[in-house]
């Protein structure tokens, strides 16, 4: 093995404060840029977002890592970044102010099986991927739904119109009973 082009693979070509707050620059523009593009890139990632995520990691490393390539660069940038990001989570569950700043409110994309255009074409969303959402969670018929609302963590949430909600084991029971209360008893 040639260990000649290893030269210091622990030592830090930048100082490590340098380091730190390189990468809490980045991680805070990250949020806010994700914050200002909206839910819709949590909701449904298509190919060119898929390209966008690979590529954004490609392009904030340097801003993160410098011209530091050692082995302890990497690890205390990735270091920084999962600590950082566990207290943000954190501080967000204690204080509901910055989760609804961090996560943004529910949008409500349908009511009452009409599709709200302003709230769906202001998320860049499509009504196709939209319905496609609905039918992956047993939707066949858009005026089925009494709601439908897309949540801050990007996933979609349904209510169903009374009529079109499956019948419970509680209802089924009561149909029973009243079919035995009809019936003549010998």
């Known amino acids: 093995m040639d ?46 977002d898929l390209v966008v995520i690979f590529l954004l990691s490609n392009v904030v490393q340097n801003a993160i890592i410098g011209p530091d390539n050692s082995l302890s660069g990497g690890i205390v940038g990735a270091v920084v970044l999962i600590v950082v990001n566990n207290l943000v989570v954190r501080l967000a569950a204690r204080h509901d102010r910055l989760s609804r700043w961090l996560d943004g409110e529910p949008t409500e994309l349908v009511h009452d099986g009409v599709f709200d ?9 499509r009504e196709a991927d939209v319905m496609a ?5 047993g939707v066949s018929d858009l005026h089925d739904v009494h709601t439908a609302t897309l949540d801050p963590n990007g996933a979609i949430t349904v ?23 009809l019936q003549p008893h010998a």
């Open 117 to 125: 255009d302003t709230a769906v074409s202001g998320l860049g969303l």
């Open 133 to 137: 959402s609905l039918r992956h969670q």
């Open 159 to 181: 209510s169903l119109e009374p009529s079109a909600q499956p019948a419970t084991k509680a209802d089924i029971d009561a149909i029973m009973r009243r079919l035995d209360q």
């Open 3 to 48: 260990f000649t082009h290893w030269s210091h693979p622990f030592a830090f070509d930048i100082p490590l404060l340098e380091k730190v707050l390189r990468t809490l620059v980045v991680y805070a523009a990250i949020v806010i840029l994700l914050r200002v593009m909206g839910k819709r890139n949590l909701a449904q990632v298509n190919t060119f």
